[in-house]
């Protein structure tokens, strides 16, 4: 049985029956391992590297997991119903790389400056997630990154996530009631029958977006919004207007 201290390195073994509770494992290296149904409750997984781990009905509550890393990892359960469930957790400055985390559920957890790049995350859910952090009495700065990801059927209800990064992800169906992505980049993503109701798009960039279906006058800002010329017709179009060529 591999021993699980900080920095330890561990290969290709099943640790579905460790004791991760209160473990430190800070700046360990875990590769192709499995653990299944296991309860993360308060380990410290600070700088950890992850990468072709399997995950399975994982839950992680008050767990640190300040700058580590998941590459190429699975979260999902065999049948790809159930996900990984993050609650009371720091996850500020992590990465998530190729990874598997549909359905996860990310309940009151600190995601300041998380990143997640080609990750699917269908179903996926953010219940008070907070990607924000306070510098100073009056400076309070968002950060986070969502690029090239599946976020289909995901419900990112009320999240705030002014100024951050969503390039080129599916946001087909996606639950964006009252989000606040105001300033975010969200060129390249497909927002089709995407429910905005009451989002702040003001300053947001969506060029090369699919807005096919995005109703203007149900989001609460628009200030500033850049799109290109060649999506104005749809636009106009959802608004009720008809749109004739030149």
Same mark, same amino acid.
């Given at each position: 049985?591999a021993q699980?201290?900080?920095?330890?390195?561990?290969?290709? %073994?099943?640790?579905?029956?460790?004791n991760?509770?209160e *473990?430190d494992?800070?700046g360990?290296?875990?590769t192709?391992?499995?653990?299944?149904?296991v309860?993360f409750?308060?380990?410290?997984?600070?700088d950890?590297?992850?990468?072709?781990?399997?995950?399975?009905?994982?839950?992680?509550?008050?767990?640190?997991m300040?700058?580590a890393?998941?590459?190429?990892?699975?979260?999902i359960?065999?049948?790809?119903?159930?996900?990984?469930?993050?609650?009371?957790?720091?996850?500020?400055?992590?990465?998530?790389?190729?990874?598997? =985390?549909?359905?996860?559920?990310?309940?009151?957890s600190? =995601?300041?400056?998380?990143?997640?790049?080609?990750?699917n995350?269908?179903?996926a859910?953010?219940?008070?997630?907070?990607?924000?952090?306070?510098?100073?009495?009056?400076?309070?700065?968002?950060?986070a990154?969502?690029?090239?990801?599946?976020? %289909?059927?995901?419900d990112l209800?009320g999240?705030?996530?002014?100024?951050?990064?969503?390039?080129?992800?599916?946001l087909?169906?996606t639950?964006?009631?009252d989000?606040?992505?105001?300033?975010?980049?969200?060129?390249?993503?497909d927002?089709?029958?995407?429910?905005?109701?009451?989002?702040?798009?003001?300053?947001?960039? =969506?060029?090369?977006?699919?807005l *096919?279906?995005?109703?203007?006058? %149900?989001?609460a800002?628009? %200030?500033?919004?850049?799109?290109?010329?060649?999506?104005?017709p749809?636009?106009?179009?959802?608004?009720?207007?008809?749109?004739?060529?030149?």
């Amino acid at each position: 049985m591999a021993q699980l201290e900080p920095n330890c390195i561990v290969e290709d %073994e099943n640790l579905s029956d460790c004791n991760f509770a209160e *473990a430190d494992l800070a700046g360990a290296t875990l590769t192709a391992c499995t653990l299944r149904d296991v309860q993360f409750t308060g380990t410290c997984l600070q700088d950890a590297r992850l990468t072709g781990c399997r995950l399975i009905r994982c839950r992680f509550a008050n767990v640190d997991m300040r700058d580590a890393r998941f590459e190429n990892c699975s979260f999902i359960d065999d049948v790809g119903h159930v996900g990984a469930q993050f609650a009371f957790s720091r996850l500020d400055q992590a990465q998530f790389a190729r990874s598997d =985390l549909s359905f996860a559920k990310f309940d009151r957890s600190a =995601l300041f400056g998380v990143e997640f790049d080609a990750c699917n995350m269908r179903g996926a859910a953010f219940h008070k997630a907070d990607f924000s952090r306070v510098f100073g009495r009056t400076l309070v700065k968002t950060a986070a990154t969502l690029r090239g990801c599946n976020l %289909e059927f995901a419900d990112l209800n009320g999240i705030r996530m002014p100024d951050c990064d969503l390039s080129g992800s599916n946001l087909r169906e996606t639950v964006l009631f009252d989000a606040e992505l105001e300033g975010a980049d969200l060129r390249g993503c497909d927002l089709v029958l995407a429910l905005t109701a009451g989002a702040k798009f003001a300053r947001a960039d =969506l060029r090369d977006a699919d807005l *096919a279906g995005l109703n203007l006058r %149900e989001l609460a800002t628009l %200030e500033g919004m850049v799109v290109s010329a060649d999506q104005q017709p749809h636009l106009l179009a959802a608004m009720g207007l008809e749109v004739y060529p030149g």
